[in-house]
């Protein structure tokens, strides 16, 4: 399986933004995905995670209330809709998944997409 994360860019507080992970193979559909992100200065952590058909979704507090994960198999993508960024949601988003897993540990994910870049300004 490979990911293609797109969607980030900079924007200002308050605002919203999707970001997407497409990807190829076709067995993605069967396969848990997170999300993960890595501020400047800071390990990589934990953002939000589905499972393969969409019916359990895990957060992290920080996230919690404001971004929302949801996947659309028939196009083989997950997405992560961001509402009322904030300049500590500054980071590279990576998108992770795995046929066994789909939950906030790091190690657990097999596939990693590139990364895209948010900057949210004050």
């Known amino acids: 399986v490979q990911l293609q994360a797109s969607g980030g860019g900079s924007v200002q507080a308050g605002v919203s933004l999707t970001l997407s992970c497409v990807a190829s193979g076709r067995t993605f559909s069967s396969f848990g995905v997170g999300w993960f992100r890595k501020a400047p200065g800071k390990e990589r952590e934990f953002v939000a995670a589905i499972t393969w058909r969409g019916i359990s979704t895990g957060y992290a507090e920080s996230v919690k209330g404001r971004f929302t994960i949801s996947r659309d198999n028939a196009k083989n993508t997950v997405y992560l809709h961001m509402n009322t960024l904030k300049p500590e949601d500054t980071a590279v988003y990576y998108c992770?998944?795995?046929?066994?897993?789909?939950?906030?540990?790091?190690?657990?994910?097999?596939?990693w997409g590139q990364g895209t870049l948010v900057t949210v300004s004050s």
């Open positions: 992770a998944a795995d046929r066994d897993y789909s939950g906030s540990s790091i190690v657990q994910y097999s596939y």
